[in-house]
């Protein structure tokens, strides 16, 4: 039976941490803000964007939530975008993925300032994360994974890590942020996606199995070596009539099957989801110090 | 006995390719033009520039030259550059490695031009390939690695390579650009490096297995799973008397014992060196292009 790794738990207490820097900040004279752009009304994104929003409210941060119609124009959204990068009040900026499918949303990432990037998402803090440069933003679900590791002292280093995805938000930012040389880093990284051969094969080497590739319930028991760490990043809605709103939600893996074999394993929801939303502030208190100490050496 | 893969001839291919390419840009009145600066006198080094130069007159390519003591400044170096990234009839440039270690080499990628960093190392070209943005440029090796793949009809996709060395300029940039979505891309890939706990079991999984850690014919014969491909990225120099020069060059593999268990394998000399200034050919012509490009669009 394998250890459930909670992940309301530990994202309570990187929270709790937040606020305590929150606090401090404010001491200084200086409240961390988020700003959260919404363009259309895409139900899961509605539930996410109030859940940060709570979040920063409970935590004693700036929240400045902006709703924009679907039907938007591109060149509106890179206004508000570039209003929110003079906005002094505002230290991150987030635009809530999916975008409409008129909308190029790599001009929209490229517009945000970096120094208020806290997606991590903006090509300048993707290099960083590849040049191991730490004074950039790593995107919040990788860093959540890595938080996790370290909250429950399963030290990464040395040890064969395989995450099956390969997107930039996941997997393949969780990949350079695990190889990278440094404390709950220095992993021997595998890569798998829809394209590997014999993924069985391939799963079955990890010590630290990543699932990151949106399929419910894609991983089994038969993907997983004995004792081996499993986190799963995925989120599924799968059609439920025996539940009230008719879905439940799911992971990539297989939970009763694979939870009896892993030693430790994080469950959907409760597992990574918490930690995106715990780094995402943390972030946004890393962005608010930044740029107070930038401001200060001036 | 594996098939030897001649990177001189696939070398002499992709150099040919651009002899034609530096031809029909000169016809449109514009030839590339490649500078490559050195700062002080390693001997390596040295031999390196004076090759990139001979190939670059050898295409009819336009070359320039610039030795600066080991004395230099970053200062000054930095005015080197800029200068440079001003001149019309460069297209790219490359600081030679290593800098005298009074210098920040960060500091002096991050100001040449991202549109003339033919060697792949600025942040933005960096980001490119994590992104998957064809109009970055890829580091030399990398690229050099994986159009050998290619010349010998070795389709990386749903493989498995394993990549020993987490380098940005050789592990870290091939992984990315071999698990990228594209042609002679879509690969499993796995990047172990100095603190991967049981090499031989990972690098056993390898249907195409890569060193690039720079230590002289670390990886024997029981690396390597019987019929795997294996490209050979070192060159080291070690003392060797019978030579008259006093060393000879070896790579990062144990060529005589791995030789008979590869289906293919790259020398050294002879392998992957030749590919690496082939492609930083291969990118400068790509650099006027796209510079000749956007002036046309002005």
């Given at each position: 039976?394998?250890?459930?790794?909670?992940g309301k738990k530990v994202a309570s207490v990187v929270l709790d941490a937040c606020r305590a820097e929150v606090a401090e900040l404010m001491a200084e004279g200086r409240r961390p803000g988020l700003?959260v752009?919404?363009?259309?009304?895409?139900?899961?994104?509605?539930?996410?964007?109030?859940s940060k929003e709570r979040t920063c409210l409970d935590l004693g941060m700036h929240s400045?939530?902006?709703?924009?119609?679907?039907?938007?124009?591109?060149?509106?959204?890179?206004?508000?975008?570039?209003?929110?990068?003079?906005?002094?009040d505002?230290d991150g900026?987030?635009?809530?993925?999916?975008?409409?499918?008129?909308?190029?949303?790599?001009?929209?990432?490229?517009?945000?300032?970096?120094?208020?990037?806290v997606?991590?998402?903006?090509?300048?803090?993707?290099?960083?994360?590849?040049?191991?440069?730490?004074?950039?933003?790593?995107?919040c679900?990788?860093l959540g994974?890595?938080r996790?590791?370290?909250a429950?002292?399963?030290?990464?280093?040395?040890?064969?890590?395989?995450?099956?995805?390969?997107?930039?938000?996941?997997?393949?930012?969780?990949?350079?942020?695990?190889?990278?040389?440094?404390?709950?880093?220095?992993?021997?990284?595998?890569?798998?996606?829809?394209?590997?051969?014999?993924?069985?094969?391939?799963?079955?080497?990890?010590?630290?199995?990543?699932?990151?590739?949106?399929?419910?319930?894609?991983?089994?028991?038969?993907?997983?070596?004995?004792?081996?760490?499993?986190?799963?990043?995925?989120?599924?809605?799968?059609?439920?009539?025996?539940?009230?709103?008719?879905?439940?939600?799911?992971?990539?893996?297989?939970?009763?099957?694979?939870?009896?074999?892993?030693?430790?394993?994080?469950?959907?929801?409760?597992?990574?989801?918490p930690m995106t939303i715990a780094m995402l502030m943390s972030n946004t208190v890393k962005a608010c110090r930044a740029?107070r100490?930038?401001?200060?050496?001036?």
């Amino acid at each position: 039976m394998a250890d459930q790794i909670n992940g309301k738990k530990v994202a309570s207490v990187v929270l709790d941490a937040c606020r305590a820097e929150v606090a401090e900040l404010m001491a200084e004279g200086r409240r961390p803000g988020l700003a959260v752009v919404l363009v259309g009304s895409d139900p899961a994104s509605e539930v996410y964007v109030a859940s940060k929003e709570r979040t920063c409210l409970d935590l004693g941060m700036h929240s400045r939530k902006l709703e924009l119609p679907a039907s938007t124009s591109q060149e509106k959204l890179l206004e508000v975008v570039a209003d929110l990068n003079a906005d002094e009040d505002i230290d991150g900026i987030l635009v809530q993925s999916p975008l409409p499918p008129h909308m190029d949303e790599g001009e929209v990432v490229r517009a945000i300032n970096p120094a208020k990037d806290v997606d991590g998402f903006h090509p300048e803090n993707v290099a960083k994360l590849a040049l191991e440069d730490p004074s950039g933003f790593v995107p919040c679900t990788p860093l959540g994974c890595q938080r996790l590791l370290e909250a429950y002292a399963i030290d990464p280093a040395g040890k064969h890590v395989v995450i099956v995805g390969r997107s930039l938000i996941v997997g393949k930012s969780l990949a350079l942020l695990l190889m990278a040389k440094g404390p709950w880093a220095n992993a021997t990284v595998t890569v798998a996606h829809s394209r590997t051969q014999d993924l069985v094969a391939v799963t079955r080497q990890a010590d630290i199995l990543v699932a990151a590739v949106g399929v419910p319930e894609m991983l089994g028991a038969e993907h997983v070596r004995e004792g081996a760490v499993v986190l799963d990043v995925g989120v599924n809605r799968v059609d439920d009539p025996e539940k009230k709103r008719g879905y439940r939600l799911c992971g990539d893996v297989d939970f009763s099957a694979v939870e009896p074999l892993a030693s430790a394993i994080t469950p959907v929801p409760g597992g990574v989801g918490p930690m995106t939303i715990a780094m995402l502030m943390s972030n946004t208190v890393k962005a608010c110090r930044a740029r107070r100490g930038q401001q200060e050496e001036r």
